[in-house]
């Protein structure tokens, strides 16, 4: 075998394994897995088991992750995603449900709901949490507008400094 051949079979390999890389989809539908680390887990009465990480973007607020694996061959995937509060704490698995501790009080989901909240997880957030992120996005767009107001008369003021450093 050529080193030409060689290089094509080593290549046609990578391409394919990036492939369905990209075709598979994570385990999170929102929030970077790599950024996460394990917090808590438990396994429910029908063997599921579900996990609660902690996520951190270096310049973003904190996330949390609730995830389930169902069984031998089944993918881990989120149920739940919580950005920028409540904190989440703990999970318990009893009693047919999962309880998860917050900041706000207990988070309770029936087991019977786990499969359907795979396919679409919860976004859960308090009302303040809320109102605070509404408060960010108002306070980012005024600052935004500020900006784009300064920058043409910046412009100008740079430009006659340069006129005037060449006469």
């Not at 609730?66 to 009893?94: K, M, N």
């Not at 501790?101 to 957030?125: C, H, M, Q």
């Not at 900006?147 to 340069?162: D, T």
Request: hydrophobic content about 45%; charged content about 15%; overall charge neutral.
């Amino acid at each position: 075998m050529s080193i030409r051949t060689h290089f094509r079979v080593v290549a046609s390999i990578w391409l394919l394994v990036i492939a369905v890389w990209i075709v598979l989809p994570g385990r999170n539908t929102y929030g970077n897995p790599w950024m996460e680390e394990l917090v808590d887990s438990c396994t429910t009465s029908d063997g599921t088991k579900v996990r609660l990480y902690l996520g951190s973007g270096f310049l973003t607020a904190f996330w949390y992750s609730v995830t389930t694996e169902a069984g031998l061959f089944s993918l881990e995937r989120q149920i739940l995603y919580v950005y920028s509060g409540p904190e989440l704490h703990t999970l318990a698995c009893a009693d047919r449900q999962l309880s998860i501790t917050a900041e706000t009080g207990p988070i309770v989901i029936p087991e019977s709901e786990l499969p359907a909240l795979r396919k679409s997880p919860r976004n859960y957030s308090s009302a303040e949490s809320g109102a605070w992120s509404m408060i960010g996005y108002a306070i980012s767009a005024l600052l935004a507008a500020m900006a784009f107001a300064v920058a043409p008369p910046i412009r100008r003021l740079r430009g006659k400094g340069e006129e005037q450093a060449c006469d």
